[in-house]
């Protein structure tokens, strides 16, 4: 079946510094890519969109500049949080859809970041 | 009001029990419906996709009613492995791209 990679699944870095999470479609073409972010005990927030070769689209609330999200190919999405602070750690999710007939939402296995 | 509710729970069921969730939807227009689990600090997973004439994957049975805009899934014969966040999960019918949009989830605990 379709597998996300996604990487790292864990991180902790200092609060200021930037962190790059990727994810990588292994054995399908990602056309589309969702963000997500999950505090304790909520529900998956969307963060943002991207489809291969042009500009996320971004929910509201969620700065741009802070999380910038590159889809350059159709097998890798990166989420960069730029000048991180403790208030981003969190719970951060991609999922991949792909084309017919990979229609299905994959998920990556998430990636735990902690800013201290 | 939230685009998708659930009761958060823990729901706490000896094994061997039958457990029921309801998730209600505020979009009228919402086309698609799943659930999904998710194991603590783990990726959510598809468990069933729900269709409007219910449908049933083992012990596990999902419904909609679109009437009261509320889907359900019933799981039968609880295993110590259902444990689990059970998430509720709507495609709103707008043109936001088929985004998947999830509830808060239900804990559910099964005990010896």
């Known amino acids: 079946g379709a597998v996300v990679s996604q990487h790292p699944s864990r991180v902790i870095c200092k609060s200021g510094t930037s962190v790059k999470i990727e994810c990588r479609s292994l054995d399908f073409q990602a056309t589309t890519m969702f963000w997500y972010r999950q505090f304790p005990k909520q529900s998956l927030m969307l963060m943002a969109t991207s489809n291969e070769g042009s500009k996320a689209t971004y929910e509201q609330g969620v700065e741009k500049d802070k999380f910038l999200i590159n889809h350059a190919s159709l097998t890798l999405s990166t989420l960069t949080v730029t000048s991180a602070h403790p208030e981003d750690s969190s719970f951060y999710i991609c999922?991949?859809?792909?084309?017919?007939?990979?229609?299905?939402?994959?998920f990556g296995s998430g990636t735990r970041l902690t800013v201290v | 009001r939230k685009e998708v509710e659930q009761d958060p729970g823990p729901f706490n069921v000896p094994e061997g029990a039958t457990v029921a969730f309801n998730c209600t939807y505020s979009?009228?227009?919402?086309?698609?419906f799943f659930w999904y689990r998710q194991d603590c600090r783990k990726e959510p997973k598809l468990l069933m996709s729900?269709?409007?004439s219910g449908n049933e994957d083992g012990r596990f049975t999902a419904q909609l009613n679109r009437a009261s805009q509320y889907i359900s899934l019933l799981i039968r014969d609880s295993k110590l492995s259902d444990s689990a966040t059970y998430l509720c999960v709507v495609i709103p019918l707008t043109g936001g791209g088929n985004k998947l949009t999830f509830g808060t989830g239900t804990q559910l605990k099964v005990e010896l």
């Open positions: 999922s991949a859809r792909g084309q017919e007939p990979n229609y299905g939402y994959t």
């Open positions: 729900v269709y409007s």
């Open positions: 979009n009228s227009a919402s086309q698609s």
